[in-house]
């Protein structure tokens, strides 16, 4: 049982997949227009229409193709897509020059979406004062046949419709932001009372799903996997694993930019708890030396990714079996290809967004397990976590029973430490990083910080300042402490850590690291910074 989302540009698109997954039915998302049969293959049981920047009346606006209603399923419009059922049904609506954003009451009357009777209410209402978030111009200001109202709010008469004939439903509010208040019982409603969905969608199912799907593609062929030691990878391999045992070879490259202990502790769990075949290898010297010199971030990115590949094709040769040349095809026909390479890419990577204002968006990094891999390589991509959001990855991963501290643990850049370590990367350099980090870690463990923020880390600066220790002067390098809060790492906001969290790791670091004398805390949130500074 599924859903179909359509995006038209608004920025909680994915916000809807995530609720409408927790509410445990699988979703898709898909850009409004997509091509029909897309969308109709997944076979939904219902469409929800996302908002989007737009008025129904610029020129090139996004419009509502028409097998949405004639797919005959239940439709849920959200602000925009209440504005394109009114306006493609006979509807009207009026454009105003009035943005209303953020918290808004509004009064709405009992129904599927809805019933009565919700908490904090008198008994004796009928219809229910609700505090929601609201982001719209357009109003819509006459219903279209076969519809009635079910909500309003002072700057938006008609602020929710419904054709109950029809099953289409509307809302001017948006219920997947957090600020809504019952907004994710709405969405709940939606897809289980109107669309008659079950809650089908738990960590047990996708593990069975996933496992039937990764058999199918892999059949007899052996699966190469390299783990970073991050969740996303560790989840995938421990999920291939569970799906065809010894055909998954993992391979743990050793760049020389890995956290301090992070090697240990992947052999450990890997081979030693699951008992997965693992190669590990230590490659920093030929990782360190491609990087001579090389100060460029995206420069940093598009080495890194390519070394990555290449190793791993190194290790095929050596330690998998010998193959003659013969058998290394560079064929694009993808299943003549006789390894597949294992990524822990998720649903968010590979979203495409089709809102008006994404498609001129500018390219602000590359994630190199997307768009960094050779053209040429010599694997199919095998990538079975890429339907999934990171909330889902982390129960399967506790659902096929790995250890807490890598399920819980933050996200880390492929690149690893090569994009924390700011100009030129050497191992006296990344050492110095290491250290400092492995501070701070434990320092914010020590406080349960690292559970609280969503990613925290150090950034070696490429300044050097001068300070006073004992009673002698020193000229030594500065970093930087990043913490940061969010939901979905496109936006975040600088963590308030308290002052003597914060004044603990930078007397530490200066004192323990020999080479640092200066810490600084970073307070840009995202925008206007990124949350790695490379
Ligand atoms: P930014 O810095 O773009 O980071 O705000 C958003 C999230 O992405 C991670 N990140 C990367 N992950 N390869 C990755 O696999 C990369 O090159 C890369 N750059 C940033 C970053 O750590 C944060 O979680």
């Not at 009207?92 to 209303?100: I, L």
């Not at 009372?193 to 089908?200: F, P």
């Not at 975040?492 to 004398?517: C, F």
Request: aromatic share 6%; with cysteine; hydrophobic share 40%.
């Amino acid at each position: 049982m599924t859903i179909a989302i359509l995006d038209f540009g608004s920025q909680f698109s994915q916000l809807i997949a995530r609720r409408v997954r927790e509410a445990g039915v699988y979703c898709e998302l898909f850009p409004w227009d997509a091509p029909p049969d897309r969308v109709t293959a997944i076979m939904p049981n219902g469409i929800i229409l996302s908002g989007g920047p737009n008025s129904v009346y610029d020129a090139g606006a996004p419009h509502l193709q028409p097998y949405i209603i004639e797919a005959a399923v239940p439709v849920l419009g959200i602000c925009y897509g209440m504005h394109l059922l009114a306006h493609a049904l006979g509807g009207q609506v009026t454009g105003s020059n009035k943005r209303e954003y953020g918290q808004a009451q509004v009064q709405m009357l009992p129904s599927e979406l809805l019933p009565g009777a919700i908490a904090n209410q008198p008994a004796s209402t009928e219809d229910m004062a609700l505090s929601v978030w609201m982001s719209h111009g357009d109003n819509v200001t006459r219903l279209p046949p076969g519809f009635e109202s079910i909500a309003q709010s002072a700057n938006a008469p008609i602020s929710g419709m419904v054709d109950r004939a029809r099953k289409l439903y509307a809302i001017q509010f948006h219920p997947e932001v957090n600020h809504t208040q019952h907004g994710r019982e709405i969405i709940s409603n939606f897809v289980h009372e109107i669309c008659g969905c079950d809650a089908s969608w738990s960590p047990g199912n996708i593990v069975e799903q996933s496992i039937k799907r990764i058999k199918q593609q892999v059949g007899a062929r052996q699966v190469i996997c390299g783990l970073s030691g991050g969740v996303d990878s560790s989840v995938a391999a421990a999920l291939v694993h569970r799906a065809i045992g010894d055909q998954l070879t993992c391979v743990f490259v050793d760049t020389g930019m890995m956290r301090k202990g992070e090697g240990d502790q992947v052999i450990e769990t890997f081979r030693q708890n699951l008992g997965i075949r693992l190669i590990a290898i230590n490659a920093s010297e030929d990782f360190l030396s491609a990087l001579h010199n090389v100060s460029d971030p995206e420069a940093k990115r598009t080495i890194i990714g390519e070394k990555f590949v290449r190793t791993f094709e190194s290790v095929l040769d050596s330690e998998i079996g010998a193959q003659s040349d013969s058998d290394w095809q560079t064929s694009t026909d993808q299943t003549s290809k006789q390894f597949l390479l294992c990524q822990g890419t998720l649903y968010p990577d590979v979203i495409e967004s089709r809102g008006p204002e994404r498609q001129s968006a500018a390219k602000i990094k590359t994630h190199h397990n997307v768009g960094g891999l050779p053209a040429n390589m010599r694997f199919e991509l095998l990538e079975p976590l890429r339907f999934l959001f990171k909330d889902e990855v982390r129960n399967i991963g506790l659902e096929l029973g790995l250890p807490d501290d890598i399920v819980w643990r933050q996200p880390f850049p492929g690149p690893g430490l090569a994009v924390r370590c700011l100009g030129n990367i050497t191992w006296e350099r990344l050492e110095r990083l290491r250290a400092a980090d492995a501070i701070m870690q434990e320092e914010f463990a020590r406080e349960n910080l690292l559970r609280t923020t969503s990613q925290a880390f150090v950034v070696l600066l490429p300044v050097r300042s001068v300070g006073v220790m004992g009673d002698g002067r020193t000229y030594a390098e500065v970093c930087a402490i990043r913490a940061v809060t969010t939901d979905d790492f496109m936006t975040a906001d600088w963590a308030r850590i308290p002052y003597d969290v914060l004044a603990r790791v930078s007397s530490r670091i200066v004192n323990e690291v020999p080479g640092i004398n200066r810490v600084t805390y970073d307070i840009t949130s995202k925008p206007p910074g990124t949350i790695e500074w490379e």
